[in-house]
């Protein structure tokens, strides 16, 4: 289910934000609302997002943490496979 780097971003930009629209969604991960709503639904069938209905809007939240903390976890692994220092270990020499 997190193999496709659409559903990646979708994660990522519901990290973010209480709840979101699929227009609000696509324009943040460039994509097209059509596009978009099937990954979505792909998401909701797997209970990684969940709905709110307002009319005749629909509203995305993640339904926990869980798909988060893989993304973040994943993102943080690529990182230190690139060689170097990762970027996640720079913030920690801030204060220095």
Known sequence: MLADA????IIL???GAEE???NSIAEA?????AGVSQHLAKL???RIVATRQEGQKVFYRLENEHASR?????IFQAEHSLGGTP???HAD???E
């Open 6 to 9: 659409t559903r990646v971003r």
């Open 13 to 15: 930009a519901l990290q």
């Open 20 to 22: 979101l629209s699929v």
């Open 29 to 33: 991960v460039k994509k097209s609302p």
């Open 44 to 46: 909701r069938l797997a």
């Open 70 to 74: 893989l993304v973040a976890d994943a």
């Open 87 to 89: 970027r996640h270990h």
């Open 93 to 95: 020499r801030v204060g």
